[in-house]
């Protein structure tokens, strides 16, 4: 029955070949979205450790929500750092300060340098210290009225080392200061964000937050645990702060960037169950097409002593076949698909954060179950309808007389215009808005999968004796 399965497959390449593409398509998206999310997971994974490689404890205001009404960590007094500082358990300590407030650098021609996507980071800088993931790439750190900038902001505004630039604080007002150097952050680069750092005092100043800063930073002496510096450093704060270890602050970001990284690949499995489910449909019919043409096939095989459970486990091979050939594909199409939304980005404007890209054993089981399940369960009306096939079937003359493919043809063509239009303005136009582009390709690209799938059996015999050549 194997070998009789994998002869009909092969005899019916143009049909399974239209079928094995649907669900390598909808395979292909579900890793893909797997592959990304994992991907960027182990990504922002490594920023987190990055960020505070070197703390052992993190002092911040209780109230610390950045979701808060006016977008802002909570300030406290600097005074507490001194207070920190002349603690035995202590070894390093270090404030910082940060906004959401922007400032933004100007270039020569008076233009805005900003950032097509990513965010402008306005605040401190923090290195290089036992502390900071922050580095110089070239030039020095920042004192008094000089400041840091990312390299891809240099480049962009044709700033060198050095020289005078005029920075538009957030106030509005803009200010010259000296481009001391260019920083990095860790060993991932900015993921695309500007950085616009000054020093502490000139940061409280620029921001209009004199004598404030958001956290501090601090390095257990030796042979002092992150948890005892931490009940050390308790003991001096007063009630609106609180000290917590490196390991914390590390989890809570790792948990911050998972929540958007989620977000971002539920939208793809969204879209790969959609593609999935028009793939259902497509298998239905497909087998329903090939049981319908060899019923004679099936009666006479009944005649000479098949069983209905082997005519059905012969569909049900030529099925698995497929799911098995579309779950392989769709997994490697997923690292396709994968790099190409790192492009879509790129084109868009943005940096997609440097990485290579991470298939889990979690994503392989995944495929496999998607690719053979879909497959099979797509298969089983027609399996059982080729199983009811009575030996007298193979005795009869004639067939139905197949249906025009007219009405198919611009119902299909109906669906698949818009569906391209949509894809379009979502890719090249501008619809307004994240959520709007998504909607554009998500629902363009459903709707282009239908109807293609309907102009499908226009290409079969094509594409079939194609094969047969």
Do not use: H
């Amino acid at each position: 029955m194997i070998k009789l399965a994998l002869r009909g497959a092969r005899a019916n390449l143009g049909r399974l070949i239209l079928t094995l593409i649907s669900v390598v398509l909808g395979v292909a998206f579900v890793s893909g979205s797997f592959v990304l999310a994992d991907s960027l997971r182990s990504i922002f994974d490594q920023v987190s450790e990055d960020a505070f490689a070197g703390v052992d404890a993190q002092v911040r205001g209780i109230e610390n929500d950045m979701n808060s009404t006016d977008g802002e960590i909570p300030r406290f007094d600097d005074q507490v750092i001194s207070a920190i500082a002349e603690l035995p358990e202590a070894r390093y300590t270090e404030g910082g300060l940060f906004s959401f407030e922007r400032a933004y650098t100007i270039d020569s021609n008076g233009e805005v340098v900003r950032p097509t996507g990513p965010p402008v980071f306005t605040g401190s800088w923090g290195g290089p210290s036992p502390v900071s993931s922050f580095r110089i790439l070239d030039g020095e750190p920042p004192i008094g009225q000089q400041v840091v900038i990312d390299p891809v902001q240099a480049e962009r505004g044709g700033f060198e080392v050095g020289q005078e630039i005029t920075v538009s604080l957030p106030s509005g007002e803009p200010e010259v200061f000296t481009l001391s150097g260019t920083i990095d952050f860790g060993e991932g680069g900015t993921g695309g964000a500007f950085f616009i750092m000054f020093d502490l005092p000139t940061a409280q100043r620029v921001l209009g937050l004199p004598g404030q800063v958001d956290s501090v930073v601090v390095a257990a002496a030796d042979g002092v645990s992150p948890e005892e510096l931490v009940t050390a450093i308790s003991e001096v704060l007063p009630d609106n702060l609180e000290a917590v270890t490196g390991e914390v602050v590390i989890g809570e970001q790792k948990e911050d960037f998972g929540s958007f990284i989620n977000i971002f690949g539920n939208v793809l499995l969204g879209f790969a169950i959609v593609v999935l489910f028009v793939s259902t449909f497509i298998i239905n019919n497909t087998f329903a097409t090939l049981v319908g043409q060899r019923t004679r096939m099936f009666g006479l095989m009944r005649s000479i002593g098949a069983s209905s459970k082997q005519i059905m486990q012969m569909v049900f091979i030529e099925a698995g076949s497929i799911g098995l050939a579309a779950s392989g594909l769709g997994l490697v199409g997923g690292l396709g698909v994968a790099s190409a939304l790192k492009q879509l980005f790129s084109s868009a404007g943005g940096e997609f954060p440097e990485g290579p890209l991470e298939i889990r054993t979690r994503t392989i089981i995944v495929v496999a179950i998607v690719g053979m399940g879909v497959t099979l369960a797509s298969a089983i009306l027609p399996a059982l309808r080729a199983s009811r096939v009575t030996p007298l079937e193979a005795f009869r003359t004639g067939g139905k007389t197949a249906r025009p493919l007219t009405v198919r043809i611009a119902a299909g063509s109906a669906v698949l215009l818009p569906g391209l239009i949509l894809m379009a303005i979502g890719m090249f136009g501008n619809p307004g808005g994240t959520a709007a582009t998504l909607a554009c390709i998500g629902i363009g690209g459903a709707l282009t999968f239908i109807g293609v799938s309907m102009l499908s059996a226009m290409f079969a015999g094509v594409v079939a004796g194609f094969i047969g050549q």
